[in-house]
T-cell receptor, first 111, second 112 residues
Framework: KQEVTQIPAALSVPEGENLVLNCSFT??????LQWFRQDPGKGLTSLLL?????REQTSGRLNASLDKSSGRSTLYIAASQPGDSATYLC??????????FGTGTSLTVIP | EAGVAQSPRYKIIEKRQSVAFWCNPI?????LYWYQQILGQGPKLLIQ????????DSQLPKDRFSAERLKGVDSTLKIQPAKLEDSAVYLC??????????FGPGTRLTVL
């Protein structure tokens, strides 16, 4: 069974710093990987989707990379802002069309 | 375009009672998902529909949970009877195919 791990569980950084969130998965046979943002009491917002054939995706200050062979993905956030404070989740879509989520990284950006 | 709608937003019930949640996906999205998110954990897929057919319900506790998607649009998720460990946020999501998922705000269930 696919297991998805996110480290660290929580992260606190001063405003303006660049930061990296990590996601690892045990089964490299994936179709895609998606990064989400979840604000307290709200649903998930999709940030970036990387297909298994891709190496990275970029959207604004966000850049996500995928190394399928090593079972890793990173989400890079440039010039962090207080509004980036949220929980960030990664999810992989496996071969059986199943989706597996990590437990998330809670990010706090301090003004 | 309108997002995924869910109701109710909050529900408090006593154990052994029944409860139902409703989801209206984004128009044109063939795939609909129900997730359970327990506090401090990532969402766990309960059931996935493609139009009105079930694609995956391997993690749905079928002795107490049921779900349907009539006419391939709206969906309801029911728990009967509820247990204390069912306290969680129930998230509905939809997608055109099995790619980018769009989530609703969720229903927070508390079982006393």
């Amino acid at each position: 069974k696919q297991e998805v791990t996110q480290i660290p569980a929580a992260l606190s950084v001063p405003e303006g710093e660049n930061l990296v969130l990590n996601c690892s998965f045990t089964d490299s046979a994936i179709y895609n990987l998606q990064w989400f943002r979840q604000d307290p009491g709200k649903g998930l917002t999709s940030l970036l989707l990387i297909q298994s054939s891709q190496r990275e995706q970029t959207s604004g200050r966000l850049n996500a990379s995928l190394d399928k062979s090593s079972g890793r993905s990173t989400l890079y956030i440039a010039a962090s802002q207080p509004g980036d404070s949220a929980t960030y989740l990664c999810a992989v879509r496996g071969g059986g069309n199943q989706f597996y989520f990590g437990t998330g990284t809670s990010l706090t950006v301090i003004p | 375009e309108a997002g995924v709608a869910q109701s109710p937003r909050y529900k408090i019930i006593e154990k052994r009672q029944s409860v139902a949640f409703w989801c209206n996906p984004i128009s044109g999205h063939a795939t609909l998902y129900w997730y359970q998110q327990i506090l401090g954990q990532g969402p766990k897929l309960l059931i996935q529909f493609q139009n009105n057919g079930v694609v995956d319900d391997s993690q749905l506790p079928k002795d107490r949970f049921s779900a349907e998607r009539l006419k391939g649009v709206d969906s309801t998720l029911k728990i009967q009877p509820a247990k204390l460990e069912d306290s969680a946020v129930y998230l509905c999501a939809s997608s055109r195919e099995a790619d980018t998922q769009y989530f609703g705000p969720g229903t927070r269930l508390t079982v006393l």
